[in-house]
């Protein structure tokens, strides 16, 4: 157990849907990070989040976005789903930025159908 | 860019056979770099890191050393298990820009068969 925690595990929704993820980080982390798993694309980072701010951005698509709260939980927001959304989402977090390994919860599947 | 190459997959073994899955890697300062390992329907677990040049980076009987010279960091194992069967990653993680995720592979797709 990584000790981050995501929910929903499992997902499945229609095109043109909005889905919301949900990650609580590992206790003392304040860095979250989103990423997304295909099988034709492999591991690609979306965005990252340090203690509340935006600190880094990736392959993410206007239509998501994400927040991480005071609380340091973070959510990442789908929208106008597409079938090629399809894929694992992960979220992994670590203590401090850069330079150190990241903890990765088990992932949230997205099915749009 | 900071970027990760391995080996394409996937890999077929024999049980008690030796493992190589090759890693190079792009970065323009002085990189910590992993291992992580996939299991069927869960998460990525740290196997392990290194975090300077000539460090050696070892957990569950796998080894990987940081090698500047070459910019690899090569994954081995001496005997792999049928349990050893997931996807593994290498990554990297860039000190000198402290703000950066970690860079991914796209990983390799391992089978050991009894």
């Known amino acids: 157990d990584s000790g981050v925690t995501q929910t929903p595990k499992h997902l499945i929704t229609a095109t043109g849907q909005r889905v919301t993820l949900r990650c609580s980080p590992r206790?003392?982390?304040?860095?979250v990070y989103w990423y997304q798993q295909s099988l034709d694309q492999g591991l690609q980072f979306l965005i990252q989040?340090?203690?509340?701010?935006?600190?880094a951005k990736g392959n993410i698509l206007e239509r998501f976005s994400a927040q991480q709260f005071p609380d340091l939980h973070s959510e990442l927001n789908l929208s106008s789903l597409e079938l090629g959304d399809s894929a694992l989402y992960f979220c992994?977090?670590?203590?401090?930025?850069?330079?150190?390994?990241?903890?990765f919860g088990q992932g949230t599947r997205l099915t749009v159908v | 860019g900071n970027s990760v190459t391995q080996m394409e997959g996937p890999v077929t073994l024999s049980e008690e056979a030796f493992l190589t899955i090759n890693c190079t890697y792009t970065?323009?300062?002085?990189?910590?770099l992993f291992w992580y390992v996939q299991y069927p329907g869960e998460g990525l677990q740290l196997l392990l890191k290194?975090?300077?040049?000539?460090d050696k980076g070892s957990n569950k009987g796998f080894e990987a050393t940081y090698r500047k010279e070459t910019t690899s960091f090569h994954l081995e194992k001496g005997s792999v298990q049928v349990s050893d069967s997931a996807v593994y990653f290498c990554?990297?993680?860039?000190?000198?820009?402290?703000?950066?995720?970690?860079?991914f592979g796209k990983g390799t797709r391992l089978s050991v068969i009894a």
């Open positions: 290194a975090t300077k040049a000539d």
């Open positions: 992994a977090s670590s203590v401090v930025t850069g330079h150190t390994e990241a903890f």
């Open positions: 989040y340090y203690n509340g701010e935006e600190r």
């Open positions: 206790s003392g982390d304040l860095s």
């Open positions: 990554a990297l993680s860039d000190s000198n820009s402290g703000n950066t995720p970690l860079v």
């Open positions: 970065a323009t300062g002085y990189p910590s």
